[in-house]
Nanobody, 128 residues
Framework: QVQLVESGGGSVQAGGSLRLSCAASGRTDGILHMAWFRQSPGEERVGVAAIRYGGTNTYYADSVKGRFTISQDRGKNTVYLEIVSLKPEDTAKYYC?????????????????????WGQGTQVTVSS
């Protein structure tokens, strides 16, 4: 089993930056993809960035391209999400997810149903 723990959230002013971390533990050798999702109250969980675990390919939602960067440190079993130029609309709970199943289509890398393991989330609040 894989466990995920997110950290790095907080309250920041618009224009600021944050780096979220997702530490994986357990049977991490089977992870093929990891992704970040966000969810605001009353809204659906939306994928923002994904990465081929152990590889180089990444995929971003159009709404965050240029401001969000996903990266990984395999030695630390950690995936990061760096967010710059934060906007109030980025306010949400951010979740990390992992899957041990290969996702063929890039467009499905941000589909929540493709991921079987989730962290507890970390809150990001951006004030104007």
């Amino acid at each position: 089993q894989v466990q995920l723990v997110e950290s790095g959230g907080g309250s920041v002013q618009a224009g600021g930056s944050l780096r979220l971390s997702c530490a994986a533990s357990g049977r991490t050798d089977g992870i093929l993809h990891m992704a970040w999702f966000r969810q605001s109250p009353g809204e659906e969980r939306v994928g923002v960035a994904a990465i081929r675990y152990g590889g180089t390919n990444t995929y971003y939602a159009d709404s965050v391209k240029g401001r969000f960067t996903i990266s990984q440190d395999r030695g630390k079993n950690t995936v990061y999400l760096e967010i710059v130029s934060l906007k109030p609309e980025d306010t949400a709970k951010y979740y990390c997810a992992a899957t041990t199943k290969f996702i063929i289509s890039f467009s499905l890398w941000l589909a929540p149903e493709r991921y079987s393991t989730w962290g507890q989330g970390t809150q990001v609040t951006v004030s104007s």
